[in-house]
């Protein structure tokens, strides 16, 4: 029941602001990526990490999973972890990394986290351009500036 409530509670504002109200912004693209890597853990590799949240909140074992995958303690050939596993498991956690990171870095910065984040994915050269092309501007718009008042 905690994995379907954790669903539930990401799901429930999800509908609102994605299919009524839809206005996308870096946190709601957040939470979409935890759907997606929670559902990506269950399908690909029969771990719910509801309850293995669970379990790490309530300090116990959950005792209704589903399926009853958490009881098993023997684990068919079928069921281990290979190499390729593996292998596809830290390729998709890479994948999804680059994607928070080109997603935060090419997004057009209209809300204040935005800008905030991409000043934090950028590198020390990137910055101290970004502060030469301010200082720049600055400087042109003081000279440039004319007084036709008189």
């Known amino acids: ?29 957040l939470v979409c990526l935890i759907c997606m890597a929670l559902l990506f853990f269950e399908a690909a590799f029969s771990i719910c ?27 068919e050939p079928i069921q281990r972890f290979d190499p390729v596993q593996k292998v596809l498991l830290i390729a998709t956690v890479l994948i999804m990394g680059y994607g928070i990171y080109a997603y935060f870095a090419k997004l057009p910065d209209r809300t204040i986290f935005v800008k905030k984040m991409k000043t934090l994915f950028m590198t020390k050269a990137q910055l101290e351009a970004m502060q030469k092309a301010k200082e720049k501007a600055e400087e042109e718009a003081f000279f440039n500036d004319d007084d036709d008042d008189f």
């Open 1 to 29: 029941r905690f994995a379907w409530a954790l669903g539930f509670i990401l799901a429930w504002p999800m509908f609102y602001y994605l299919v009524i109200h839809f206005e996308p912004n870096p946190i709601k693209v």
């Open 49 to 75: 990490l509801g309850c293995k949240i669970f379990e790490w909140i309530k300090r116990k074992d959950p005792k209704y999973c589903p399926g009853g995958v958490c009881e098993m303690n023997i684990k």
